[in-house]
């Protein structure tokens, strides 16, 4: 999806990144998301699958979800994908030359976690062990290039200019995480879904995709599990102003594996945030490809058009 | 034949000029260059055969690969696109003794690669407890995510190819998983052999083939949903493009099953269905020879125009059998090799009983350095890319080095395997018998705990001596396998094609053969017409030559305008043969060459329908098609016209023989009767248009010779002959079989025979026939005989009849062909 992200106007400060205590209120919030894709011609049979739900995660509770595709599809099936997200296959059997996919949920996110507890030297979270006997089987998945991020020498040294022998993996995280946002340019347009990584780096310019691809490609260079996020961001009107339906956009960052105590912990390198509770988190993949908010295939249909519209506000608990 | 009292010392002279290179296990003879026991009676019947009997036997076997059309193509073949395969009539013996162990051996692996399928893609146990590791799967290209923690069955078919080393032991080479091939070749390499050498080897007794593909056909009929006592089985193949597209042809015919390639099909509701002239019929099964990644452009890779959408969410919802699953490519990793060892203990509590060639992964410190260090004894593979064999002792320096730099930059990649010294055996090198290394590729097929093995094999020989590279690709022969028994006989296996449609649903036609019989018959009949067209305006042309009259050469240009229906591009006046001859076989569209390759592989994409001792037909159009291409400046145009007539004549004959009309004999009636009559139709509508008054009489004598009607219109008229003995002859007269009322009949029962519900009337297509029938019946072929405008009016006739036709065709199109759209990608 190409569409831009809206950066936090305001209302985000650094004092997110302090641990949420447990027994804290959790942070209410819904999301819509429409999808809609627009043929030249008519198409007589569609084929989908779409990553829209949010994930349940120990820090994120998913109290409703409903997704509505139009036209009706005759077969919808939901299952839970090879990383643990759910997943949705539809098929359209009738012509049609616009398919629209309304997804609509309620989440309660908790704040962000204390990252300065992962005080071990950051080495220590690699998985461990050749064999992987030793390691933690979720995390195998993570360790190695896709084709949509390659490894590089340059990325693991950019890496390591924070991740210094020894650093415990929290602090090198959070500098990490501030320094993409502060080398790279956030810069709608200037990539699109295809762009290599290479190019990325080259510009230090990109959307929040990209900045997640590259640190996704750093941290695996240095031998640490990680994954690419999809997701939403709550963002705030500028003030004054009302906040506009579907000027959101779904947003992007990258998780740590940090074994299986800690599980995946979230960075926003686009916002440098640690992940809390103004992100709602979709679906955790090795890369963009692996969980799309939509894709899929029709017959016929010809050049189409693709509009996204999507919406996060904060309910009231 | 000799018999149990043969001389074993002329069976040594046979010998003699045999000399298996050293430090090698010999199939035939021992190290002290005796024979061995089982080839004693063998070597016999090749003793007997003086050098000019040994390469009859060569070429026998050529024949009749030839005449079958038994092909093994060779990708980026200079001489075209379908080669024949190449068989060795001199099969492998193996005594009866050495097989159990080998089918021990090979059934237990199956089990166990069976087993890590279903664990890779689920619990993933050998993973997470170290048995396998991690990076060796994760990275593998067929490790394929979309199908983890679906439901996956068991490795139905499984292939191994083995080779004997010099200590006489057999170690497994390869293992096949995705989509094994070579089964039907084995099937065919049996018939072919045991024809050619005939009775004279008639007393042995060779463990039959027949069962091994019931048991083949009873495993994949197993995995159909809901244990369904008849189910719908198809063959799924990437086409015509593929090297080994005769063996699924083939298969799918022996096996009583339907050929299918993925626009075939289409998945609703998450069940598989194929596309049939009738309806849409469920699909049980798939015999799956597409590799998985190009199976779903939903799911896996987008750019593949084989696969079906949706076929993924099919397999793990288990609505449908998938033989092998989706995914079951993974297992042909070589680095899995020196797992299996440990695995098989884990798992089974045994030992392997059937070692696998040492095999060293790269990801792993300790066997990646002795891989680093021992390059030039060492096979090196990559397990991404099965194709990339490299023998480190034909790497010069610089390779090495390259080689090692690569090794050490994604060690993952590359495995290291042993050199073994193939056995040999002897094969046939035109009138001689020499040594060749071999490589035996077994065959399994099983539930996942019982597997069956195919007694035998297909037994692959080098090319060249000395060779180890041993493909088909590679210039390869192949051999039969016969494991041999006490008693029985090599006859069942012709029992295989009556016995095997057992409890099966029939084929079903799909709409694909329908429409490719259709337009191969359009294209047919379309060269037919030019053929004659052409050989109409020769026999003028030699009049015109001959005594050089002005009014041959009006005639002559009266009639180009038929000529340039279908030859692309313009004509000069009065073309001599020879330049006609060179527009019929120039390759561009339209051509008579054009049409008939069009038409060739039309009926290539549906030889699975086709009986394989009518496939000559096909085969001798095709050579005939490509010789007149080839010299196409020096053929005369008559020395073309007639083999190829006959030859389309002898096609005719053979698909009335053999394609009953429910198996779309049907097809090929009405695309063969619609043709003909537009042709005819158009070539008199072109004709009245150009009708120079005075020279009807000849004009019209070259019409009737070009429709084959002149005979039978002097028998009918005598000598008269004019506008209306002429128009009443072609167009009108119910007795002339050739006339256009005559096969407007003959297609209007053919659609009666397509037309499910006649008791609720007839279809679209019946009531445009009927009209243009009744419309003909009412005409007088007076009204188009008379003055000059009379010409005209039949040329509006004709051309709105022809209109309605063509309407009554893409009807026809509409309600039985495919008329799949292109597939298109969602944007991101």
Redesign the interface.
Known sequence: ??ESEKMPDSGVSQETAVAAPVALPRRRLSVRHETT?R?QGA???G???AWLTPRPLPTQDLREHHINVFPKP??L?E?????GNVQH?F?I?KGHSELRIQSQAVVECCAAPDIGLLSEPWESYRPQ?????E?D?AA??FV?PTSMIPLADEYSDYARQVFTPGRPLGEALLAFNAQIHTDFQYLPGATD??TPLAEVWEHRAGVCQDFAHFAVSCLRGIGLAAAYVSGYLLTYPRPGESKRIGADASHAWFAVWAGVEHDWVQLDPTNDLVVGDEHIVVAIG?DYS?T?P?????????Q???AVGVTVEQLTN | MMGKDLDIELAQQLCAGYQPPPATFDEMVDEAGKLRPHWQEFAGFLQQCDPSALSHLGLETVRRLKEQGVHYNVYQDPEGKRRTWQLDPVPLLLPEQEWPALEAGLAQRAQLLSLLLQDLYGP?RA????LV???LV??HPEFL??????RISPMTLYAADLARGPDGRWWVLHDRTQGPSGAGYVLEARFVTRRVLGQSVGQYATAPLAQFFHQLKRHVGALAPDHQDNPTIALLSPGIGNEVYFEHAYLAAQLGITLVQGDDL?????HVYLKTVDDLRRVDVLIRRVDSSFCD???LR?DSMLGV??LV?AQ??GRVGMANPLGSGVLECAGINPFLPALARAWLGEDLKLPAVATWWC???KERKHVLTQIPNLVIKQIDRPGATVFGDQLTRKQQQQLVDQIKTTPWRFVGQERLSFSTVPALNGSELQPRHLVLRTFLAGDGEQYDVMPGGLTRVAHEADSELISGQSGGWSKDTWVLRKSGSMRDVLRLRVASHGRHAAAALTSRAAENLYWAASYLERSESLLRAATAYQTRYDTWMDYGFEQDARVLNQWLPVLQLYLPGALPATPAPDTLRQAMLIGTSGSLAWNLHRAIEAVYTVRDLWPADSWRVIEELEELVTYAERNREVVGLDQLVQPLLNAMLAFWGASQESLALTQGGLWLQIGRRLERVQNMALTIVALCRQLHEGDEAMVLETLLDAHGCTVSHRRRYGMELNYLTVWHHLLLDITNPRSLIHQLQELESLLHFLNRSPQFGLTDAEKILLGVLTQLKLAEAREWAGADNSRGMLARFLGELSGRLRQLGTDLDHQYFRH?????????
Request: proline fraction near 9%.
């Open positions: 999806m190409s894709y043929y198409a007589s049979l084929y989908s699958l005759r077969f099936h299952s839970l994908d090879a990383f296959y098929e059997h062990g050749v064999a992987g006997a390691g089987p195998w998945d190695y879904v295809d090795r692996d799309p939509v894709k899929g295939v029709c017959f016929g249909g010809g189409h058009q693709l | 993933q993973l997470r407890e170290g590791p991690y990076e994760m990275r995510r979309p199908l983890l923690n679906t289409t998945v609703r509701n998450g452009p939903l799911s987008p959408p949706g969410q793990g919802l990801g792993q410190d799949t759209q292109p597939i298109t990608q969602f944007a991101r």
